[in-house]
């Protein structure tokens, strides 16, 4: 089965589209309206299921935000969390390249290569440790310093913008916490971004290394008022084992012994070329691997949680959205009224003279047992009339034969019709006087049409009193002599 | 699938008055549709009812006028049968068309004959009380000329004086042995699936969009009651986390009076949400057996008889509560006890009072240097709100949108006690958390407050399902 609804995609990042969704769900329930479907957008199907509504109700309000502004905020705000990024990766280079520089500083050309390495790496080594441990607790605090920084950044400069709506950006503020709910998306992706502007700085900090390497000279010494020499070569031994294994030189113990507490100025270019690639090894081992791990980690994380994101359809508004896409259309007239026609009329009374009586038992329910048996054995026999062959038979032999006095019984709980009406009209060109008497068959008494009847009676031209109510009554009329 | 193909064609023809406008607003879940009374010759034009699910228009009813002379029109027709005529039924009710009787005194029945000659299916609408009459059988014999199937369908079949046995004897001999019983005022459980399923097995080739549009009609009940109860959810936490800040001892009467304003306000809000999910307008309810009329309950949230006439009875201060002024909660501000049993203020029993403990005296304190106190309803109120709300959602429910009588149900006080069990622990984290209510300001959004809303949701639809009609 396809869904149209999925068969376009919006051009949006899923987060983007649910908080756009989210947005435009709180502006249509802040004024109290549900805008008209997008004209691009096909129905919901009804078989759609949950990710079919998801899918379609994106698209819905992608379809509206085009128009109400709120995707125009959205826009800004990604532009502005851009730029604030630019900024922050801008600072993120130059405070690596000065980390860098400041080691290098000062009019002596040797290096401490242990302090050199505590000056590249030593904040950023806190700021991993105190990160994993924060991350190993499951706390939501420190999801990254620089991470945060971003977003209260691009949150400041999103409010600066000539073309944006005051409503749309507080709205836009709301959706966002509508649409992050209790997701992790926002944690990984304050994590991205604090991992990708250290890698920045670390990089930053590499390359400004290299650099200074490639353009000067520098002797590296290693210094201690009491350490023994066997424990600095231990030490290099242990770090630079990682590094050795990606290709970087370690120096030999022989530069190492050499390297304590000496005048760098009168090393050998050999050591001065190991020393300089062990501290870049340690810095690339160190600092911008982990690095680099942990951020290709947070973005595998953030995809991840990306993929869940989606409308709470158990929400209110999304309920009655959806059940008013669902519901019907009607109202449509295809074939207008006819023009109403003047009623057939009975023939005014005594215009024609007339012999004997007749009881007719007009559609009553079968079997029909009226007026009872005594009646019947008083008076004449009574016409039972339902069929359009009684009907034509009563109203020849009473053209034939015209009656003095015709009682006709109509039963309440049926509805007037034309047919009726027409045929008493009919019928009464043949009698001198004509009575009908009304009965009720049913026992609700909302089935009584007994006013309905009068009206249609009096409306084909018979009087008040030409109509009755009450069975006794009337038969004692048709038995009168008179 | 049939998709984009033409929709389905669905002639509602019948004699004048069986009501079969009244079916359709029933399956259109339209009060608004056409126009009923209890007159005969309501409807004298064609009007088109159309179903789309998902857009797409499956099936279109087309409500015609009454047929009010079959006996005379069948007269007309059988003298236009010849030889011809007598091998295609159809061609005499074509040939009636264009005689003049179609112009004069049959156009009504011209408009309709016009209608069936252009439908798929023909539903015949039969008032179930009424006799069998010749002039009903004249009718279905000008619809059997029509060439197309028809689908008996007894209406008020619910009533005392229905005659449903006769109709189905007497349709058999003519036969008619597909027959439906719908009960367009009160419809049984399954009757409009039912009446879908005759059709398809009436249009074979039809079968999978009648199937969808039974699948549809799942749907929408289904996120109609979802809808209908997260409302309700709504509404309860929005009553219950809502403290309300009065400024000084003094202004409690008073700000009392506010706060019942408010809530009563939160409740018709709610009201009338539920009467548009379901499709019903606020005069709608007039005749309802709930005790409402015009769509506002007519009972007042606060009035302590409110409590009695539903059958609710509450132990300890609430009790006391009730007698003076009704359920209010008055978180111990700067005010004393005295003051808050004086104005008839109730305090909450058992683990409530346990819970909001610290919470009171830290408003003690709060209180003391702000000389701010908070008043809050008591359970009673929600016991009301939660009671009258589920029992106006059954009503919906079951309510068929062509009724114009009475419906009874028995309110049950017992039916979900907001003091026991889960709910009352939702409605006390509920209370613990004043920022969720959205009487006054933007509510915060929380998990914990959805979690909260889907609980109660649960709670809802399980005490629907006691409800019994």
């Known amino acids: 089965m396809t869904f149209p609804e999925s068969s376009k995609k919006i051009p949006l990042s899923r987060f983007a589209a649910v908080w756009l969704a989210e947005s435009v769900g709180l502006l249509e329930q802040e004024s109290g309206l549900t805008s008209p479907r997008p004209a691009d957008l096909p129905p919901l199907s009804a078989q759609a299921d949950e990710a079919h509504k998801q899918i379609w109700l994106l698209r819905r309000a992608y379809g509206l935000g085009l128009h109400n502004g709120l995707l125009g905020a959205l826009e800004i705000w990604y532009s502005r969390a851009r730029v604030a990024f630019l900024l922050l990766a801008v600072l993120a280079i130059l405070s690596g390249v000065t980390a860098t520089l400041s080691v290098f500083a000062g009019p002596e050309r040797q290096l401490n290569v242990f302090w050199a390495l505590i000056g590249l790496i030593g904040v950023h080594f806190v700021s991993l440790l105190a990160w994993c441990v924060a991350a190993l607790l499951g706390s939501n605090a420190n999801a990254g310093f620089f991470g945060r920084v971003w977003y209260l950044l691009a949150q400041y400069l999103s409010r600066f913008h000539d073309g944006l709506d005051k409503t749309n950006h507080t709205i836009l503020q709301r959706g966002l916490t509508q649409a992050l709910g209790d997701s992790q998306f926002a944690k990984w992706r304050i994590r991205v971004t604090s991992h990708s502007l250290w890698l920045i700085v670390l990089s930053s900090s590499v390359i400004a290394l290299l650099l200074v390497l490639s353009l000067q000279s520098y002797g590296f010494v290693l210094e201690t008022t009491i350490l023994p020499p066997q ?11 990682v590094p050795s294994l990606l290709g970087f030189i370690v120096p030999d113990e022989t530069m190492i012994a050499a390297a304590i507490n000496s005048e760098g100025i009168s090393q050998d270019s050999a050591s001065r070329r190991a020393w300089a ?26 995809v991840q949680e990306s993929a869940k994101l989606q409308l709470d359809l158990t929400k209110q508004y999304y309920g009655e959205l959806l059940c008013a896409e669902l519901a019907q259309r009607t109202g449509i007239v295809k074939d207008p009224a006819p023009v109403l026609r003047a009623p057939p009329q009975v023939q005014k009374q005594f215009k024609v003279k007339g012999a004997g009586i007749r009881l007719i038992a007009f559609e009553l329910a079968a079997p029909v047992q009226w007026p009872g048996q005594q009646w019947s054995q008083l008076l004449a026999a009574t016409d039972i009339v339902d069929t359009g062959q009684q009907r034509q038979q009563v109203l020849d032999s009473l053209s034939t034969q015209a009656v003095a006095k015709l009682l006709i019984a109509c039963d309440v709980s049926l509805s007037p019709d ?26 609700s008494e909302s089935r009584n049409r007994s006013d309905i009847w009068k009206e249609s009676l009096l409306s084909i031209g018979l009087e008040q009193t030409q109509v009755m109510t009450d069975e006794l009554i009337a038969l004692q009329w048709v038995s009168a002599n008179d | 699938m049939t998709r984009g193909a033409a929709a389905i064609q669905v002639a509602v023809v019948g004699h004048t008055n069986t009501g079969k406008t009244s079916l359709l607003r029933t399956l259109m879940r339209d009060v608004s549709f056409g126009e009923v009374s209890a007159r005969p010759s309501t409807t004298r034009h064609v009007e088109l009812a159309r179903m789309d699910v998902g857009g797409e228009a499956l099936v279109e009813f087309y409500d015609t006028p009454g047929m009010e002379d079959s006996i005379s029109l069948l007269k007309i027709i059988s003298d236009l049968e010849d030889e011809q005529a007598r091998k295609d039924p159809s061609e005499a009710v074509r040939r009636f068309l264009d005689t003049e009787h179609a112009r004069g005194l049959f156009e009504q029945e011209a408009k309709v004959i016009r209608q069936l000659l252009s439908s798929d299916v023909a539903l015949y609408v039969i008032d179930a009380r009424d006799p069998v009459l010749a002039k009903h059988r004249d009718e279905l014999s000008i619809l059997a000329r029509c060439a197309i199937p028809i689908l008996p369908l007894l209406n008020f079949v619910a009533d005392k004086d229905s005659k449903e046995a006769q109709w189905r004897e007497a349709l058999a001999k003519l036969n008619m042995h597909a027959v439906v019983s719908f009960d367009t005022v009160a419809p049984a459980a399954g009757a409009e699936q039912l009446l879908y399923s005759k059709m398809a097995t009436l249009m074979d080739a039809h079968a999978s969009r009648f199937e969808r549009i039974q699948q549809n009609l799942d749907a929408q009940a289904k996120a109609r009651r979802e809808a209908a109860v997260d409302l309700l959810a709504r509404l309860l936490v929005d009553v219950a986390a809502y403290p309300y800040a009065v400024n000084s001892n003094d202004d409690v009467p008073e700000g009392m009076e506010r706060l019942y304003n408010k809530i009563r306000k939160a409740e018709q809000f709610c009201v009338d949400r539920l009467l548009s999910l379901y499709g019903f307008n606020r005069s709608d309810l007039l005749a309802s057996e709930l005790p409402m009329s015009d769509g506002v309950w007519e009972d007042d949230l606060f009035d302590p008889a409110t409590l009695t006439s539903m059958g609710i009875k509450f132990s300890g201060g609430a009790a006391a509560g009730a007698a003076t002024g009704l359920g209010v909660d008055l978180i111990l501000g700067g005010t004393t006890l005295g003051t808050a049993a004086a104005i008839g203020a109730v305090i909450g029993g058992g683990t409530q009072t346990l819970r909001y403990f610290g919470r009171r005296m830290g408003d003690k304190i709060g209180a003391l240097v702000t000389g701010v106190s908070r008043i809050r309803v008591g359970d009673e109120i929600l016991q009301i709100l939660v009671t009258r709300q589920l029992y106006l959602i059954k009503l919906l429910e079951l309510r068929a949108h062509a009724s114009q009588e009475k419906m009874t149900l028995t309110i049950d006080a017992q039916l979900l006690d907001v003091r026991r069990g889960e709910l009352a622990k939702l409605i006390a984290t509920a209370r613990t958390n004043p920022e969720w209510s959205s009487i006054e300001k933007e509510p915060h959004w929380s998990d914990a407050r959805q979690r909260v809303f889907a609980g109660m949701r649960q709670e809802f639809i399980a005490a629907l399902a006691q409800v019994k009609a």
């Open chain 1, 231 to 241: 424990a600095f070569v231990s030490a290099v031994h242990f770090l630079g084992a």
């Open chain 1, 277 to 302: 690639s062990l501290l870049c090894g340690m810095l690339m081992v160190y600092a911008v691997l982990p690095r680099l791990g942990f951020y290709v980690y947070a973005r595998l994380r953030l």
């Open chain 1, 418 to 443: 034309r047919g009726s009406l027409r045929w008493i009209a009919d019928v009464s060109h043949h009698a001198e006087q004509l009575r009908i008497v009304l009965l009720s068959a049913a026992s």
